[in-house]
């Protein structure tokens, strides 16, 4: 850089983009990020290492086509406002929906993006102001089987481990992760351990992903049936006594009935249906079961099903059976994807069924809690409804308004062209952004909010890690922090928060939220990051959990017998559609591209998108590399670039699942009924596609 370092401001605080939770230094001069230096004695997680997102990631802020003037629409154009009139605008737009509509005719979208103090007070605003549980965030779309899974077998809906398990365990099973894409720094720990250390690691995943190079054992799986192979897993681990009898015995139930429940799972069925070898399913199971520790860690290969939490059931099944959680360098370890998503989209309870800190609004207590912590007489006690329930529910004309914070819903949601109609069809709409994003276009009215580089709060990590997150740069124009936003809005209902800062919106969490109890931003600042739960002002937090008991009623972890579910539509066997399309990330890209295809390295990389097709599937279909090919389902056709390699099985084809800032996206395909019973989600992971070139290319 041309300045001297006195010359610049130095701002040490969180990445914005995966939830990995890399901290470092943001040097920055006249609002503009200069460059990024990791501080390892402020990074307990990423030491001195950053992924190219983190380190060069920072052009969009500053991009001229931020918002920075809220808009509101007239006659079908947007024109900017004064933040009263927008502000007004949509405190009557959200009035007036429910004076004709009642209190759940509105919905309500959170953001895993923002912060946990911004997330915290949009549920009370759904709650205390708006009177309704319908408010979700993108949560829903990636990881909820997950909490819905480990909830009801070991209690958290969170990651088991600390670090240490991540870099240190002895062995690694990794599915549905395609880690050094989509969490690099932690890939390169991983690869470390297994290189320096001589962890063992399989990995199991439809596709020949990089992590695979370094495994001790790459088995390829057809997508979608995880279970089966979970299941073939632990009736290895059983029938051959390999299994730990003590950690069964004393700190589980229900083992007999999930041995019962894996007996038909046999090598030659777990073939048969999931495409694993006998041999490989061995060697794994054997390994995994003999190992002095072993991490468990998935992404949303295990969890975008319309079984996700059967798949996850089964995961802490086999975790469980081979007595490998609860210690120091063991236990279940979901990656998750966007920066906030464990905080902002979990522990702070914009969801549905939850306050912040999983305390349930069905429980009386927990409401009495939060009545008389809010002021107010009655809370709902009625679960509201998930993100992908409020699409559905508006395209019967149930939900008549949304209020969204931070999501790219279109994109992000399946079947991407009937969500743009339904956002056309509500009778108010507002999102609050960063952009003009695509879901805002649709809006009445526009809020222009603060990126993460100029956000002051906390995010929570993977690992439950909360972390301070700073202002590096200011915002443009009149752009305001998201909590600013709704502190604003609720005061147009008569509710006087009076928030002056993130840090005493903390103050009211640790009130309320047993888990992040002694979580203070003043204890943040000098001790760099504390890991959930956290009771008081004196604890620790806790880097690993379940060393004594599971979060449970008896203290006991609860398995329970998963059966055989395979994706919808594969099950169909359609001619139709012979091929298999599974989506997920690529290194350069984020979620909808909203942040990454504004930035110029970055896009250079991925500006058009793509599906991977096996060779012999391509010599098969007449396509050759680079070739452009059209691809159809059940729900629209889009058009990609071939790229033929030995990556991807024979009928699977990959598509990444991001906007790639032109051409198609793969969401266009993808169906919007079929949804995991308990969490639903969607079943992004498999959907029945045939693939024809199209001459060009
Ligand atoms: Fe940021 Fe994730 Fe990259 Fe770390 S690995 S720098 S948290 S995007």
């Not at 600390?162 to 990794?174: K, M």
């Not at 390994?287 to 089964?314: K, M, Q, R, Y």
Request: glycine share 10%; with cysteine; aromatic share 8%.
């Amino acid at each position: 850089s041309d300045y001297r370092l006195n010359e610049v401001d130095v701002t040490d605080t969180t990445c914005g983009y995966c939830a990995v939770g890399c901290r470092f230094d943001i040097y920055s001069k006249d609002g503009e990020v200069l460059g990024v230096r990791p501080n390892p004695e402020k990074a307990p997680i990423n030491g001195i290492s950053t992924c190219v997102k983190g380190k060069f990631g920072y052009k969009y802020a500053d991009s001229e086509d931020r918002l920075t003037q809220p808009l509101v629409k007239e006659d079908g154009e947007f024109r900017e406002a004064s933040w009263e009139e927008a502000l007004d605008r949509v405190a009557d737009g959200l009035k007036e929906i429910q004076d004709e509509y009642g209190r759940n005719g509105l919905s309500l979208v959170s953001s895993s993006k923002t912060t946990n103090e911004a997330n915290y007070l949009m549920q009370k605003f759904a709650r205390q102001v708006l009177r309704t549980n319908n408010i979700d965030n993108c949560n829903r779309l990636c990881h909820s089987p997950t909490v819905a899974g480990l909830s009801q077998t070991v209690g958290f809906g969170a990651g088991s481990v600390g670090t240490d398990a991540l870099e240190n365990t002895d062995c690694y099973l990794i599915t549905g992760s395609n880690t050094t894409e989509a969490h690099p720094v932690l890939a390169t720990r991983i690869k470390q351990n297994v290189k320096d250390d001589d962890a063992d690691m399989f990995v199991f995943d439809p596709r020949k992903i990089q992590m695979a190079q370094f495994a001790t054992q790459y088995t390829r799986i057809k997508p979608g049936y995880d279970t089966v192979w979970i299941n073939g897993l632990i009736r290895h681990v059983i029938e051959n006594d390999l299994h730990d009898e003590e950690f069964v015995e004393e700190r589980t139930v229900g083992f007999e009935e999930v041995k019962e429940g894996v007996e038909k799972f046999t090598p030659e069925y777990v073939e048969e249906k999931a495409g694993v070898p006998p041999e490989e399913l061995k060697r794994a199971a054997e390994t995994i079961a003999e190992a002095d520790s072993c991490t468990f860690c998935w992404t949303l290969g295990l969890t975008e099903h319309s079984h996700g939490t059967e798949n996850i059931v089964s995961m802490a099944n086999l975790a469980l059976v081979t007595g490998h959680v609860g210690t120091e360098k063991s236990g279940l370890a979901p990656f998750r994807g966007q920066n906030n998503v464990q905080g902002g989209g979990g522990d702070m309870g914009p969801i549905p069924g939850n306050f912040p800190g999983y305390q349930k609004v069905t429980n009386d207590d927990a409401r009495e809690k939060f009545e008389e912590a809010y002021g107010v007489d009655h809370l709902p006690d009625d679960e509201g409804y998930t993100i992908t329930e409020q699409f559905l529910a508006a395209d019967r004309g149930e939900i008549r308004g949304m209020f969204i914070q931070g999501e790219n819903v279109v994109y992000s949601e399946p079947n991407v062209s009937h969500a743009g109609e339904i956002l056309d069809d509500l009778e108010f709409l507002a999102v609050q952004d960063i952009f003009l994003t695509d879901s805002a276009k649709h809006a009445d009215v526009v809020l222009p909010a603060n990126a993460p580089v100029e956000t002051n709060g906390t995010y929570t990590s993977s690992t439950r890690h909360v972390q301070l997150v700073k202002r590096a740069i200011d915002p443009p124009g009149n752009a305001k922090p998201d909590w600013v936003i709704t502190q604003e809005l609720a005061e147009r209902f008569g509710y006087e928060w009076g928030f002056r800062n993130p840090s005493e919106i903390m103050d009211e969490i640790n009130d309320l939220t047993p888990i992040y109890g002694g979580i203070t931003h003043e204890r943040l600042e000098t001790e760099g990051s504390i890991p959930w739960p956290c009771w008081d002002e004196d604890h620790p937090g806790t880097p690993h959990l379940y060393t004594e008991e599971f979060n449970t009623d008896d203290g006991k972890a609860h398995m329970f017998p998963t059966d055989v579910s395979g994706p919808v539509e594969a099950d169909m066997e359609d001619e139709a559609f012979p091929l298999a399309m599974t989506t997920g990330r690529v290194l350069y890209q984020y979620h909808t591209g909203t942040m990454t295809n504004r930035e110029p390295g970055i896009r250079s990389y991925t500006d058009e998108l793509f599906v991977e097709i096996n060779p012999d599937t391509a010599a098969d279909l007449g396509v050759s590399d680079g070739q452009v090919v059209e691809i159809t389902s059940r729900k629209g056709s889009i058009t990609a670039l071939a790229q033929v390699t030995e990556r991807t099985g024979g009928d699977v084809v990959f598509v990444p699942m991001h906007y790639f800032g032109r051409g198609d996206v793969a969401n266009e395909l993808t169906d919007e009924e079929h949804l995991d019973p308990q969490a639903h989600v969607p079943e992004y992971k498999v959907t029945d596609v045939r693939v024809a070139p199209t001459g060009e290319g």
